[in-house]
């Protein structure tokens, strides 16, 4: 029932071969995102070039669609910046709460450390609320 050198490779093997697969996914799935991007784009020049070409009213009814797609995309985004800053913010939150909670850690001060994530959320919460383009606002994201 000896350890054998062996043995202590395969123990190192299951890691190894993990993290391997992890950033061979990683990599792999940032590849085919931003080659769905890519074509996306080809596709949205191609159309516009193709509106360019039709009469004014003919083509109303497409640019209609595409301004509610941009619209739709800027309160996707916007939404996600407010979601971010309500996590943070809970986080700050919870951390300084379990810092009472546990009396030593109150007496060290170290549930301090939870005010940086609540300022972190207030400014993506901020931001978000005050800056972050909204759809119709004719500014750009």
């Known amino acids: 029932?000896?350890?054998t050198p062996l043995s202590h490779l395969l123990i190192l093997f299951v890691p190894v071969v993990g993290t391997i697969a992890l950033f061979t996914y990683l990599a792999v799935a940032s590849w085919s995102r931003a080659r769905q991007r890519e074509r996306e784009a080809a596709y949205r020049?191609?159309?516009l070039r193709k509106l360019s070409e039709m009469s004014a009213e003919a083509a109303a009814p497409v640019l209609a669609i595409l301004r509610e797609d941009d619209a739709r995309a800027l309160r996707r985004r916007r939404e996600g910046l407010i979601l971010a800053g309500m996590i943070w913010l809970v986080l700050g939150v919870g951390w300084i709460a379990a810092g009472h909670i546990v009396r030593d850690v109150e007496r060290s001060g170290a549930w301090a450390v939870g005010i940086l994530p609540m300022l972190?959320?207030?400014?993506?919460?901020?931001?978000?609320?005050?800056?972050?383009?909204?759809?119709?606002?004719g500014q750009p994201s």
């Not at 972190?120 to 606002?137: E, K, N, T």
Request: overall charge neutral; aromatic content about 8%; charged content about 10%.
């Open 120 to 137: 972190v959320g207030s400014a993506i919460l901020f931001h978000a609320l005050v800056f972050a383009s909204r759809p119709g606002s």
């Open 1 to 3: 029932m000896g350890s």
């Open 45 to 47: 020049s191609e159309l």
